[in-house]
């Protein structure tokens, strides 16, 4: 190797290998406070492009599990009406039988009577209160029902079906015009009212059916995004106890080429000696 002033090849190593030992360092480092080992794009271009299709994908899930849980609470609340509604229905029937007495009394046929139509208020106070974050699928405002988010693209829904149980339509037949004031009237208000709970109890079946596959799908949604959650980390995360161990040991090898430089740097003076007399 040629001795010289102007040029320190030995210097130049030293830096060079120095440089890289820092540019590694720094990366290790970069890893080890961010916790990821693809940080950009110009870490691993087709990873972080990867897992940035995964995180928008997760992203949008949680959406689906928004509506999907808005849909568990309107199916919850419909059906706590529905089985309010359900054990009133048993309640009118008690008193239309209790009507077909032909020896009832003007004022006992009455009493039936009120009994009879409060239990009726009863009955569309619950349908309309049925309500929550303003859906309804009991008051006849939804048809034929409403449709929730199922996947990540909206391409899927999933549907709760709305029911009206408006008094004296399809479902509930037997209306505030039903009277108990004659045997007549409680015959007709008792055939109206086996058809409403057979329907009813139908009705609330199928929303039952419905809410429970809303319920799972929620589950399943869930389990997902967990999943998409786990495969992004397998990509991007760092291993912390592999860049703790190449942190130390970048460290190590930082010090010892500052050594190796400071020792290159110090070969010129050695030029002097020669010319000593």
């Known amino acids: ?36 080992k693809v940080q950009g794009a110009k870490d691993n271009a087709a990873i972080w492009a990867i897992a ?20 568990t609470a309107i199916s919850d609340v419909a ?20 009507a077909k007495d032909q020896s009832l009394g003007t004022q ?14 009863a009955i569309n106070s619950a349908i309309q209160n049925a309500t929550f974050d303003g859906s309804n699928i009991f008051n006849g405002t939804v048809t034929p029902g409403i449709r929730f988010l199922a996947n990540s693209d909206a391409t899927q829904t999933v549907t709760l079906s709305a029911k009206n149980l408006t008094l004296g339509g399809s479902i509930i037949e037997v209306s505030l015009a039903n009277s108990l004031l004659t045997v007549t009237g409680a015959t007709s208000a008792l055939a109206a009212l086996d058809d409403s709970i057979t329907q009813l109890n139908s009705a609330l079946g199928d929303i039952g059916a419905q809410s429970k596959q809303i319920s ?62």
């Open 79 to 98: 059906l706590a009406a529905g089985e309010s509604i359900s054990d009133l229905l048993n309640q009118l029937r008690e008193k239309v039988v209790a």
């Open 108 to 121: 006992s046929r009455q009493l039936l009577n009120n009994d009879f139509q409060a239990l009726l208020r």
């Open 52 to 71: 940035q299709g995964q995180r928008a994908d997760i992203s949008s899930l949680g959406a689906v599990k928004q509506s999907l849980d808005r849909a």
């Open 216 to 277: 799972a799908h929620a589950k399943f949604v869930g389990k997902l995004s967990d999943t998409l959650e786990s495969g992004v980390g397998n990509l991007v995360d760092a291993d912390l106890a592999k860049e703790s161990a190449r942190l130390q040991a970048l460290q190590v090898q930082q010090q010892l080429g500052a050594q190796a430089l400071s020792i290159a740097n110090q070969a010129p003076q050695v030029i002097l000696s020669l010319f000593r007399g």
């Open 1 to 36: 190797m040629t001795n010289s002033v102007h040029t320190n090849t030995a210097a130049q190593i030293a830096l060079q290998n120095l440089s890289r030992t820092n540019d590694r360092l720094g990366d290790v480092q970069g890893r080890i406070s961010t916790g990821l």
